[in-house]
Structures are given as C-alpha cells and as structure tokens.
C-alpha cells in the first residue's frame, strides 16, 4: 500500500492524506491546507471571522444544528460538563452580566414562561417538590405569599 501524500497549499509541506480534514468537495476529497495550517488559520483573526460569518449563514447553521444533534457531540458536551474548565467558566458566566440580561429576557418570553410552569409542575410533583411546597407553606414567607395571592383573587372577583 502506497501513502498518499500531497503538498499543503499553505506551508508547502508534502505530508501523508491523515494530515488534512476530509473535505467532499475537493477532488481527492481533502482540504488543500492542511490540519496544522488550519488550526492557525482558525486562530487568526480572519480565521475568527470567517468562521462567525460562517456560523450566521442558513448553511451554518443547518450544520451546527445537525452536529448539535449527533451522538458525537452529546458525548462531547457530557464529557465536557463534568471538567473543572467547565465549571468555572460557566460559575463565571453566571456571575456575568450578559447572563444577567439574557436570563431575563428568556424568563420573560413565551417560550421561558412555558418551560418555567412545565418544570414547576413537573417539580411539585415530584416528593422533593411536595415537601419543599409544604415547608414553603409553613414557612411565615410562605404564609404572606398565599395572603397576598388570595386578596388579589378577591379583588379580581369584586371588580367582576
Ligand atoms: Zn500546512
């Protein structure tokens, strides 16, 4: 078995095929760069913007959407989440303001309103949900949130 090589477009390197990502367009069915000047290409700055560009078009994200749908990345995702890296940047985003203001915009929504009740119905009833509502119930904050959900009941009914 012969090693198939060609030279990279970018650095002039002749390298073996496994050296640059599959790409169905081209001919032999690889990238003309290969996966190292890719790698700096994506880091550059009109790597970042391309790569943006790309992400914003139908075509992007038709492909960000099938990939999020994969196996592949599930497993990714998971993987990821249980990292320490994972952790702190998202602790981090908590604390940001942009997550601030895009929690509250997706609380206020339609979809975060529905998404909201369906979780709160589905928690209460849940054991844990039935023994935090009850404590919640108890509870003098509790007490004051009824009373106050009862008189504006009240006075819904009165102006009918
Ligand atoms: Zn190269």
């Given amino acids: 078995m012969t090693k198939q090589t060609k030279a990279c477009t970018k650095c002039g390197k002749k390298q073996p095929l496994s050296e640059f990502s599959r790409d169905a367009r081209s001919k032999d069915h690889c990238q003309s760069a290969c996966k190292a000047c890719g790698r ?3 880091k550059s700055e009109n790597g970042k913007k391309a790569m943006a560009k790309y992400l914003e078009s139908e075509k992007g994200r038709k492909a960000v959407a099938r990939y999020q749908k ?3 990345f599930k497993k990714t995702r998971a993987e990821y989440r ?9 602790a981090k985003h908590a604390k ?4 601030k203001k895009t929690t509250a915009e997706y609380a206020k929504s339609k979809k975060g309103k529905q998404v909201r009740a369906k979780a709160i119905a589905k928690y209460r009833k849940t054991e844990k949900g039935k023994q935090t509502m ?6 003098e904050r509790g007490k ?7 008189k504006k009941r009240k006075m819904q009914k009165d102006q009918t």
Avoid at 144 to 150: K, L, S, V
């Fill in 40 to 42: 700096e290409y994506a």
């Fill in 70 to 72: 994969s196996e592949k």
């Fill in 82 to 90: 249980k990292t320490e890296k994972y952790k702190k940047a998202q």
């Fill in 96 to 99: 940001s303001e942009k997550c």
């Fill in 134 to 139: 009850a404590r919640y119930a108890r509870a």
């Fill in 144 to 150: 004051q949130t009824m009373a106050r959900h009862r």
